[in-house]
Structure formats: C-alpha cells, structure tokens
T-cell receptor, first 112, second 114 residues
C-alpha cells in the first residue's frame, strides 16, 4: 500500500526563520506535487516536480525531489506570516497528474 | 478566466439518501478529478475523467460514481449515504491530464450526512 508521509505534522516558527518540510513516499514515482491550503479554502498548486533532482523555487519556497530516496523537501526561507497554511505533498499514480495520493499535510504557523 | 466551480457549496443529507455534486472545470480543460477530504483520512482520490471516460479510480465503494459530459462538466453521485461520507468533496481540473499539467481545485462541496 502506498504511503506518503510528511513531517512534521505541525510546525510553528518565527518570522525570519528557515525550515524544511519533508515528504517521504513508499512507491516508485518521479512525479510529485506540492499544494497549499488556507483554512476553509481549497487547494492551490505550488510546485510540479517531474524528475529526479528537480528543484523549483517561488519566492520564499523551494521544493526539490530525490526519486532514489523517495523524498521531497519544501524549504521555507525567512518565513513571513502570509506563509501560514497547510502544505500537502502528493505523489502521482498512473498516467497524468490527476490521480494523486496525498500526504497527511503539514500545518505551518508563522508567528510574528 | 473563471476558475473551477462546484455546486452546491454546502449540502445536508440524511443516511440512506443519495446526492449529486456538480463540477464545472476551467474553460478548455478536459480532465476532471474528484477528491474527498476528511479530518481522519485526509485527501483521497476518488476518480478522474478525461474526455467523458473514467481514466483512473481510487479505492472507494461502488456507491461512489461519476460521469463527465461532452462539455467537460462532471458530476459525482453518492448513493445510500453513510455518516462517514460527511466530507469536503473537491473537484480539480487540468487542461490535458498530462504529468506537466497544473491541477486547479474548486472551492469544494461540504457534505454533511445526519
């Protein structure tokens, strides 16, 4: 059975600090996606990682993928309050990007 | 461009009833997926439709079904509702259903089963 594990599940950090969220998965896949969900809202796509060694950056967030280790990381640089949200990684199964197996989510709270 | 829309946004049903949820994808998008989100099980894939054909299916009982119309709009149906079906149901669309596609999620339909 496929497992996608994120850690930590909860993260409270001060503004200006750096931190990394980890996403481990148990099956062979070279497609991994990161999403953000604000409370009471839907999911917003952050990154699409499609190959081993892929690295994507947007603002204070940087995501990477190591398919051999079955590990993806989401690194937060100099956190700001606006980054407070729940972050999900998802592994694609089968063809296309629409059959996703989601991780448990990491609830990030950035404290001013 | 309008985003993914889902109707209704909120729904209350009783056990044993059936329910139909609707999803209108972004104009031009041909792939529609459905997900169930609950506090206990998290986000789980239900099924995906592409050009009116179910392409992928998650591990849900046959009470959960769906379809896609020629205009790419999709519906999902849950028959014989159970308390455990209470959840946020999210629909997502992408242009071609390719690996490189970005999935755009709708606001969801919150279903409460009493």
């Amino acid at each position: 059975e496929l497992k996608v594990e994120q850690n930590p599940l909860f993260l409270s950090m001060q503004e200006g600090k750096n931190y990394t969220i980890y996403c481990n998965y148990s099956t062979t896949s070279d497609r991994l996606y990161w999403y953000r969900q604000d409370p009471g809202k839907s999911l917003e796509s952050l990154f699409v990682l499609l190959s081993n060694g892929a690295v994507k950056q947007e603002g204070r967030l940087m995501a990477s993928l190591d398919t051999k280790a079955r590990l993806s990381t989401l690194h937060i640089t100099a956190a700001v309050h606006d980054l407070s949200a729940t972050y999900f990684c998802a592994v694609a199964l089968g063809a296309g990007a629409n059959n996703l197996f989601f991780g448990t989510g990491t609830r990030l709270t950035v404290i001013p | 461009k309008a985003g993914v829309t889902q109707t209704p946004r909120y729904l209350i049903k009783t056990r044993g009833q059936q329910v139909t949820l609707s999803c209108s994808p972004i104009s031009g998008h041909r792939s529609v997926s459905w997900y169930q989100q609950t506090p206990g099980q998290g986000l789980q894939f239900l099924f995906e439709y592409f050009s009116e054909t179910q392409r992928n299916k998650g591990n849900f009982p046959g009470r959960f079904s769906g379809r896609q119309f020629s205009n790419s709009r999709s519906e999902m149906n849950v028959s014989t509702l159970e308390l455990g079906d209470s959840a946020l149901y999210l629909c997502a669309s992408s242009a071609h259903g390719l690996d490189t596609d970005t999935q755009y999620f709708g606001p969801g339909t919150r279903l409460t089963v009493l």
